[in-house]
């Protein structure tokens, strides 16, 4: 499946599944938020960060396709999800993918049709309205979304870029940069994530760790798609410290 081909069924479902969770919304049905949501309180001078269980996140919007709850959506009757299914049962590299045979027998009263893109396609729709509201998606508007979705799929290799945070440094500008390098202010949302990583990390004092406003950004990395896990995503792979030491020795030299 081409990449065009992709983005545009997915822009179909999206769109469509966007009308029937606001007609829930309106009817005032109620709608989960995510637990344990970071919250940033301030910035004095470094983010402080509140995460409680109590925390009133996003909303899961996504939550109303539950099997499991009375009243649910049913997400195969959203209209281009057919097709989504015949699209995966025809190709033997996506079948062996999303619908591998042992893990799917594992988990065989959790999956359907669409195997375990299902959840992929949830977080899909959830990311289109908490990041764009309830609108009707343009096609840039969903690819921003389903790029790197399709990016693990089907391309061999992985761009990315590396963050490393600056620890107790105040900066008086937001950015600098050149080809390879720059130096950033991260974002709420970069900031909020990396309070989400650290709040069960032992090994790292967590408000040490908040003590950054700005990364050291090492710009157009690349990896091996390995797609190890059927799941969870590419591999987890070891922080990548030989890069960083390697640029920042470069950088100083």
Partial sequence: MDREKFTSLLLEIVNNAQELIKLKVDSKTYISTYFEYPELKEHNPFPQFNISMFNKGPKEYSDLFSNSKENSLNLYEVCGVADLVKEIDGNEYLCSIFKNEKATKTLSSFLKDLGFFEFTLKDIINKSILTFGFSKLSYEQIKSITDPIYNWVFEDFL?????????????????????????????????????????????????????????FVIKAQSMENKRNSRFFGTEIIDYPTDIITENLAQRLA
């Fill in 159 to 215: 761009d990315y870029d590396i963050h490393v945070p600056i620890l107790f440094i105040q900066f008086d500008f937001d950015k600098i940069e050149n080809e390879k390098y720059s130096i950033v202010r991260m974002s709420d949302d970069l900031q909020k994530a990396r309070a989400n990583a650290l709040k069960n990390q032992i090994n790292v004092n967590k408000y040490v760790g908040y003590s950054a406003t700005h990364s």
